[in-house]
């Protein structure tokens, strides 16, 4: 429902995936360093990095309705 919410055809830069929202619900739920969290996604810190925070800034726009 977060994805769709998102609406990743208007808002979402082209070649978002839903392993990306996934990302960033790790990146909120578990306080660890980027290094362990872009070894966990399986992908470099950089990569991590930018899509982690393009979701996060997704989901702050939508916290009248998801976010409690």
Not at 2 to 27: I, N, Q, R, Y
Not at 48 to 58: A, H
Request: hydrophobic fraction near 50%.
């Amino acid at each position: 429902m977060l994805w769709e919410k998102l609406d990743p055809a208007c808002t979402m830069p082209k070649g978002s995936l839903p392993v990306h929202l996934l990302w960033a619900l790790m990146f909120m739920k578990l306080y660890c360093s980027e290094a362990v969290h872009s070894s966990m996604a399986g992908v470099d810190e950089k990569t991590f990095r930018k899509w982690t925070w393009i979701l996060v800034d997704g989901i702050s726009y939508l916290e009248a309705e998801v976010v409690s």
